[in-house]
Each structure stands twice: as structure tokens, then as C-alpha cells.
């Protein structure tokens, strides 16, 4: 049990994490890597190749939302009609805590706290190189559910149905509640949306060094991935089985996750076979998966890992599913639940 003095700290940082600016959570980042060593850092981008993939930029896709100049929206409005997927800043944030407090602290970003205040815009990139980047999005949307419109039916006996994507800056409401740029990019059940903060993807290549187009695409499809599960069923009979035991509750998120990889991994054959993609870019899939690997970023963020407090699988797991579902290009392949009984 946390103390009164560790539940107030705790739910400060919790409240201050809701506020976070682009600038917040690059400090925070920055704080968190000081004590990596240069050659620690390095080691993710020396030699690594670019990944960039064979595409023309054209139209933005139906399936976008961009919301980036609607600015962010006061209150936390709770977890609505289903809990986000944390992303990488979430998620560093409430695993540092529950480190050290020794308690899943994920469990209090649900609770109930004073109404916030507008969180204030970040300056936006030029606007050429963001609509490149929207154009680039749109296309690896399109073509991820275009390729799942066509293998959920016929591999998993279920007609497909579009998810939407929605760009935003700095944070913006969500079926799942307040969405911030600090939590990454997520999916949400609620209403069948990915949330993604377009800075993201620098930080995944300077922070994370996972640089490359199919970088950034495997981190779309992953998000797909998590929508085909909420269409099959997986998501919500995961979610029931976390409230029935919730000391499960970190296992089946691993496994949620993995699934998800896995996913992204079956749309990359897809991608493959069309000479979209070639080995370099798959090694780029393979460094950003690697990337967000709950091992690595326990590392970078407190100098140890701990196992039992993983949500979304370890570094070589994270690589091990996606590698499985580009060499089968089955679902399967991806039945991340039977190997953990």
C-alpha cells in the first residue's frame, strides 16, 4: 500500500504527465538518457540504412483526421468506452513510478482528478515537410487496410472495416479520454481511431534510433494491428479477462501487443511481395520494433528491468513476432496467446 506522502507525489507527476508539451516531453526524454553513455546511444543508428520505401506522395486519405490546428481540449475525461494502448512517453512515465513504488501505477492514470487547463500549442514544422509527412501517412494507411480488407475475410472470417487515423498536436480528446502527444501513438476502441502526434516520428529517430519511412510505417500498421484485434474479438475478450484477474493484467497486455506486431509483420510480406520493401527496410521494421522494447526503455529510463512490470513485450520479443508474421504473411503465425499457456 503507498503511503499518503507517495500517493500525492505520485498523483502530482501523474497530473503533470496530462500536461505535457512537446517541450516537457523532451526534456523529460532528455533527462532520462543523460546517463547512457555516448556509445550507448550510437549503437541504435551507427550504419544504419535509411529504410525508405517505394512510394509516390499523392492524396491524403479519406481515413485522416487532421486535427492539428484544433488545439487541445480542457479536462480528463477518463477511459471512456476503452483504455488506450499506452505509447512510448505514457508509458516511460508510469513505468518510472511504478519502479519505484513498487505498485502498477497505470492503474491511477483512470482516476479522477481536478479539471485541467488547456495545454498550449508547440510550433509546428514547415508546412512542407508535414505535408509530405501527412501524405506519406496517408499512403501506408490506405494500403495497410486495403491489404487487411482483403486478408480478414479470407484468413480470419471477418469483413473488415476502416479504421480512422487522426492527427493532432500537443493533445486532443478521444473516446479513451484526453490524448497527449507524451503518450504516443495509440489506438483506441472506443472509436476505432489511431491517435498519432506527427513529432513522434523524429523522436523515434533521434531518441529511439529507428530512423527510415518503414519505421514510421511499422508504428502504423502496429496501431491497424490493434484495430483487426478489436474486429476479431481479441480486444475486448482480453479486456474482460484483465477486469475478471488483474493480476494478469501485464501478461495479456504483452501478449495484446506482441499480437499487434505480428500483425504489422503479416502486412510487411504483403509489402514485400510488391517490391514496396526491400531487406533494408525490413531491418528498419526490425530496429523500431526493437525500439520500444519494454527491456530497453527500463534500461534507458532507470538502468535496470524488471520483468514482471513489462505491457508490450521485451526488445528480442517485439522483433521475434514481427519477423513471424512477415515470413509466414499469415495471421496464424500470430497466435501470441497459445505460446504464453
Not at 534500461?299 to 519477423?323: A, C, D, I, L, N
Request: include cysteine; glycine fraction near 10%.
Amino acid at each position: 500500500m503507498l503511503s499518503t506522502r507517495h500517493q500525492i507525489f505520485a498523483r502530482l507527476v501523474i497530473t503533470i504527465f496530462r500536461h505535457v508539451t512537446k517541450y516537457g516531453r523532451d526534456l523529460f526524454l532528455s533527462l532520462a538518457t543523460s546517463h547512457l553513455s555516448r556509445d550507448h546511444v550510437l549503437e541504435w543508428t551507427a550504419d544504419c540504412p535509411s529504410g525508405d520505401m517505394d512510394w509516390k506522395p499523392g492524396e491524403v486519405s479519406g481515413d485522416v483526421e487532421d486535427r492539428r490546428d484544433s488545439g487541445g481540449v480542457g479536462g480528463f475525461s477518463g477511459m471512456g468506452l476503452g483504455a488506450p494502448h499506452f505509447g512510448i512517453g505514457g508509458a516511460i512515465v508510469l513505468l518510472v513510478l511504478s519502479l519505484v513504488f513498487h505498485r502498477n501505477l497505470f492503474m491511477l492514470f483512470s482516476g479522477d482528478s481536478p479539471s485541467d487547463q488547456p495545454v498550449a500549442a508547440s510550433a509546428p514544422a514547415s508546412n512542407s515537410d508535414q505535408s509530405k509527412e501527412v501524405q506519406f501517412v496517408s499512403f501506408v494507411l490506405d494500403d495497410v487496410q486495403s491489404t487487411w480488407q482483403n486478408l480478414l475475410p479470407a484468413q480470419g472470417g471477418t469483413q473488415y472495416r476502416h479504421a480512422k487515423l487522426v492527427l493532432f498536436r500537443d493533445s486532443i480528446e478521444s473516446a479513451c479520454g484526453q490524448a497527449h502527444s507524451a503518450t504516443g501513438p495509440f489506438y483506441c476502441p472506443g472509436d476505432e481511431k489511431v491517435y498519432l502526434d506527427l513529432g513522434f516520428f523524429e523522436e523515434l529517430k533521434s531518441r529511439f534510433g529507428a530512423p527510415g519511412e518503414f519505421a514510421q510505417a511499422y508504428v502504423i500498421a502496429h496501431e491497424i494491428g490493434h484495430h483487426v484485434q478489436k474486429l476479431l474479438g481479441i480486444e475486448g475478450k482480453v479486456q474482460h479477462m484483465r477486469e475478471s484477474n488483474p493480476a494478469a493484467a501485464n501478461p495479456l497486455s504483452v501478449e495484446l501487443e506482441l499480437q499487434a506486431d505480428c500483425f504489422a509483420g503479416v502486412w510487411s510480406k504483403s509489402t514485400e511481395q510488391r517490391k514496396i520493401i526491400d531487406q533494408s527496410d525490413v531491418e528498419a521494421g526490425l530496429r523500431a520494433a526493437a525500439a520500444v522494447g519494454d527491456d530497453r526503455l527500463q534500461k534507458m529510463t532507470t538502468g535496470h528491468v524488471s520483468p514482471e512490470s513489462f505491457t508490450h513485450g521485451s526488445s528480442q520479443q517485439r522483433t521475434q513476432w514481427f519477423q513471424k508474421g512477415l515470413n509466414a504473411g499469415q495471421m496464424s503465425a500470430c497466435d501470441t496467446f497459445a505460446t504464453a499457456r
